[in-house]
């Protein structure tokens, strides 16, 4: 009897740490970047909980691993610690697999294309001296100073 209660103890302390901290320590124990999913599914596993509980909470340990200074996404849905990586690789390596052609707008027709004059909303110049104003264009409205 006294075994169960043990365990009993046990499997409620690991309850009451929180999931971040136990995405902390499993990526700690496997030294390598896990999928987000997978990370999920250990942290499941190992706090005991139902595929209802899994899916209600998922969306709170990806908050809590994306605020938190210790985790960094190093790749598509792919977490590992930030201590393993210095800040100019991690950020090289998710920017280079985060990077698409730049050439991707040569299939476009022509007219898709954004143009400067585009940008010319009302069809006048921006010379327009009607936009400037001096102090007879204001009409006094007796409120500006008192006079003594």
Not at 68 to 82: E, H, Q, V
């Amino acid at each position: 009897m006294p075994e169960n209660l043990a365990e009993k103890r046990e499997e409620e302390r690991v309850r009451e740490i929180p999931m971040v901290d136990h995405a902390h320590h499993i990526l700690k124990e496997k030294g390598e970047p896990m999928l987000y999913r997978q990370l999920m599914e250990e942290v499941a596993k190992r706090k005991g909980f139902s595929e209802e509980e899994t899916r209600r909470l998922i969306a709170q340990l990806y908050t809590e691993i994306n605020i938190d200074g210790r985790f960094i996404c190093i790749g598509k849905s792919l977490w590992g610690l930030k201590r393993w990586y210095p800040l100019e690789q991690a950020t090289d390596s998710a920017v280079a697999q985060n990077v698409k052609d730049d050439d991707s707008d040569e299939d476009l027709k022509e007219e898709d294309l954004f143009e400067e004059e585009d940008l010319d909303f009302d069809g006048e110049s921006d010379d327009s001296e009607e936009d400037d104003f001096d102090e007879s264009d204001y009409e006094e409205d007796g409120l500006d100073e008192e006079e003594d």
